[in-house]
């Protein structure tokens, strides 16, 4: 059998795996103190919640799923997306008759069949955020505001936020034909996609990625111009939410985002170092999701950021994760009684709250120092079975070389001390 995962399925190997831990620990804490609390979805749900949910004329649904039959004959999806799940979830549990606004994060895999590319898998992770139940613009400028605040926090800088608004389905039905009028002379020489989209959805051929159509883009109308006075006036109040706190974004009237239920503010962050999928995260209204799923209305703005593409970003950016990969102390241990002894002590000082370790595989004192530098130990403790018999044991500062005698019965309480 094959020893290979599926195409665009990564295994995360540690050291890299820490800075999964690390990004989500950041996550967790800025969301945290912006009142977002984490709802667990999911991996896979009804098809038809993403048919609907996404909109059967996206490129989510009509390539990229992962669907099949379950052996109850259900058609079932692994998820492409966190919003879809997080509004059946609100409906399913009725969340909209506790108090408002629900402000959750998620994080997780996320699934799509696409071609495997650099920032482009077929398992990939996001970390999202969605505010139900409440319409306020203040609140599109505070998630926006908060994924910011994680870059920021994560040592991310030089990154554009682009915004837009895609309007409410009045607004749209102008703005569509519209483009239909605009393309309609170059429609012949566009990607099939394009051709399809022309009639079923024309605001997505905005949001084409072949290099020929994106030629035939340039003086597109633009939404803008298109929107109705409650649609502008939200608009115009969320761009002025970000300036009050002095946050530069760009207008970009091309921006209308991969996913059919989103309603005015659209927003991405981009990072043009990372290539053709420049992406870090993205977002936007969604007011007609929870009708379209069979719901009820309910207002919702949120933003879903890939993890790969952050971790991309960091690389690019900065020298040294500020991860701590050390160990505080290494046993090595020297001669049969001595190391059976230390399997004890090392019990105790890991229950005292110390990352501690010794050798398993019966290597030399060498090769037992070369371990404690392998994990970066601050410490080593020498114990052989003659310190065993006195009662002693040698701790080295493995940064100085200095070296200490104590006695064995104090190994605990000294090397607390020594570390906190
Ligand atoms: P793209 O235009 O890159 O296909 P999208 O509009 O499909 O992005 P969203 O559905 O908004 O993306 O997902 C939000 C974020 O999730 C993206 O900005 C990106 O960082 C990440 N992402 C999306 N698809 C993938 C993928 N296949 N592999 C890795 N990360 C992804
Ligand atoms: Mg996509």
């Known amino acids: 059998m094959s020893m290979k995962a599926p195409r665009g399925v990564n295994d995360i190997l540690p050291p890299d795996s820490l800075k999964w831990q690390y990004i989500r620990k950041q996550a967790e804490e800025v969301f945290g103190q912006f009142?977002?609390?984490?709802?667990?979805?999911?991996?896979?749900?009804?098809?038809?919640?993403?048919?609907?949910?996404?909109?059967?004329?996206?490129?989510?649904?009509?390539?990229?799923?992962?669907t099949f039959e379950d052996k109850g004959g259900r058609s079932i999806t692994?998820?492409?997306?966190?919003?879809?799940?997080?509004?059946?979830?609100?409906?399913?549990?009725?969340?909209?008759?506790?108090?408002?606004?629900?402000?959750?994060?998620?994080?997780?895999?996320?699934?799509?069949?696409?071609?495997?590319?650099?920032?482009?898998?077929?398992?990939?992770?996001?970390?999202?955020v969605e505010v139900l139940g409440v319409d306020n613009p203040a609140i599109?400028?505070?998630?926006?505001?908060?994924?910011?605040?994680?870059?920021?926090?994560?040592?991310?800088?030089?990154?554009?936020?682009?915004?837009?608004?895609?309007?409410?389905?009045?607004?749209r039905n102008d703005y569509r034909e519209a483009l239909r009028e605009f393309f309609s002379p170059n429609l012949e020489q566009m990607c099939p996609d394009c051709q399809r989209r022309y009639e079923r959805n024309p605001m997505r051929i905005l949001d084409c990625k072949n290099s020929d159509c994106r030629g035939y883009m340039e003086g597109?109308?633009?939404?803008?111009?298109?929107?109705?006075?409650?649609?502008?006036?939200?608009?115009?109040?969320?761009?002025?939410?970000?300036?009050?706190?002095?946050?530069?974004?760009?207008?970009?009237?091309?921006?209308?985002?991969?996913?059919?239920?989103?309603?005015?503010?659209?927003?991405?962050?981009?990072?043009?170092?990372?290539?053709?999928?420049?992406?870090?995260?993205?977002?936007?209204?969604?007011?007609?999701?929870?009708?379209?799923?069979?719901?009820r209305d309910v207002p919702g703005i949120g933003f879903a950021m890939g993890v790969e593409r952050l971790i991309m970003t960091i690389d690019e950016q900065i020298e040294e994760w500020p991860i701590d990969y050390d160990t505080d102390l290494f046993i090595i241990s020297i001669g049969?009684?001595?190391?059976?002894?230390?399997?004890?002590?090392?019990?105790?000082?890991?229950?005292?709250?110390?990352?501690?370790?010794?050798?398993?595989?019966?290597?030399?004192?060498?090769?037992?120092?070369k371990m404690a530098d392998r994990l970066n130990a601050r410490y080593s403790i020498i114990l052989g079975d003659d310190e065993l018999a006195k009662d002693t044991a040698t701790i080295k500062d493995m940064q100085t070389g200095d070296q200490v005698e104590i006695k064995l019965s104090n190994l605990v309480t000294e090397m607390n001390n020594r570390v906190k």
């Open 35 to 66: 009142n977002y609390d984490e709802i667990i979805l999911p991996i896979f749900e009804h098809t038809e919640l993403f048919q609907r949910g996404i909109g059967e004329t996206t490129d989510i649904v009509e390539k990229e799923m992962y």
């Open 78 to 128: 692994l998820r492409p997306e966190g919003t879809a799940s997080v509004m059946r979830s609100y409906m399913e549990h009725k969340i909209y008759g506790q108090t408002q606004p629900t402000k959750y994060f998620y994080y997780g895999p996320m699934f799509r069949y696409e071609r495997p590319q650099a920032g482009r898998f077929r398992q990939f992770y996001q970390i999202g």
């Open 140 to 171: 599109d400028a505070e998630v926006i505001i908060m994924g910011l605040h994680l870059l920021e926090r994560l040592g991310i800088k030089d990154y554009q936020l682009l915004i837009n608004s895609v309007g409410c389905p009045e607004c």
């Open 220 to 295: 597109a109308p633009s939404i803008i111009d298109h929107l109705c006075e409650s649609c502008k006036t939200d608009f115009t109040k969320v761009c002025s939410y970000l300036e009050m706190v002095n946050i530069p974004y760009t207008l970009d009237p091309g921006l209308v985002r991969g996913l059919d239920y989103y309603t005015k503010t659209a927003f991405e962050v981009k990072y043009n170092k990372l290539g053709a999928q420049d992406t870090i995260f993205g977002g936007g209204r969604y007011d007609g999701l929870g009708r379209e799923i069979g719901g």
């Open 336 to 369: 049969e009684k001595a190391t059976e002894a230390s399997f004890r002590y090392l019990y105790e000082l890991r229950k005292a709250g110390l990352k501690a370790a010794m050798d398993y595989l019966g290597r030399s004192v060498k090769g037992q120092m």
